[in-house]
């Protein structure tokens, strides 16, 4: 099944058609088989099987936050949330308008690393740490190093928040906070994901060229979902 995303400019978001930033993440994309498109209407965002919000700067309603729970929870979607660091036009109090219904918090902080890092640059934090979305449909590692830049950290605040990706130890937070900089929520049930990542620029044009950058992006964006419907039903698909 062709995983289909909806790539949301309902929040004001970095648009994916932006041919500068985000070109090669497009079309590297599509070349593996994912349909993605540009998506400004709220209501047609769940009909697709994973849905990105990158970098939004409205905050979240509480009808929206309803909704992304029930893609989550009870429709089997994924939804990745991406951030910045520093609080940057307060990203962070925005992503956490709907992160917090999801066991996390994305700090006000700014994550550096002065040995672990992509050409002597501390912000371009450089980790091996990727404990999800390391392997490909094949189920082949083929993620060992990523860099992230500008991340902020993740705060879990429910014991079952899954890491993704975390720093290496000699990273730091300014603020003093564990260096987790992707985390995830898992609904077992329905095979939804939340995922919220401490930046937003992983997977732009200049770093989705670097380490294994491009494989990690596609993986965290492929998405088979469990669930279809039968008879008005939903029923649990065997993966």
């Not at 002065?114 to 990727?130: A, M, P, R």
């Not at 879990?156 to 260096?179: C, F, W």
């Not at 995830?184 to 200049?206: H, K, M, R």
Request: proline residues 3%; negative net charge.
């Amino acid at each position: 099944m062709q995983t289909k995303v909806a790539w949301s400019i309902t929040h004001q978001e970095f648009t994916i058609t932006d041919y500068y930033y985000f070109s090669i993440l497009q079309r590297e994309a599509e070349k593996r088989g994912l349909i993605v498109h540009e998506v400004d209407n709220w209501e047609k965002l769940k009909e697709y099987h994973t849905i990105v919000f990158n970098y939004p700067e409205i905050p979240f309603t509480e009808k929206e936050v309803q909704d992304v729970e029930r893609w989550v929870w009870e429709e089997g979607k994924k939804v990745i949330l991406l951030g910045y660091y520093k609080n940057e036009d307060h990203i962070a109090d925005t992503c956490n308008t709907l992160a917090r219904r999801f066991g996390m918090e994305l700090n006000p902080d700014e994550v550096i690393d002065e040995v672990n890092n992509h050409q002597g640059d501390k912000y371009f934090l450089v980790t091996s740490k990727i404990r999800r979305y390391n392997k490909n449909e094949k189920n082949e590692v083929n993620v060992n190093k990523i860099m992230l830049a500008c991340s902020a950290s993740i705060k879990p605040l429910m014991p079952d928040i899954k890491v993704v990706v975390r720093a290496e130890d000699t990273a730091q937070s300014n603020m003093g906070h564990y260096t987790l900089l992707i985390a995830e929520q898992i609904a077992p049930t329905s095979g939804g994901y939340f995922c919220l990542a401490g930046t937003c620029v992983f997977w732009d044009n200049y770093s989705i060229t670097l380490y294994d950058n491009l494989e990690f992006s596609i993986n965290l964006l492929r998405h088979t979902p469990k669930l279809k419907v039968e008879g008005g039903k939903q029923v649990i698909l065997e993966i």
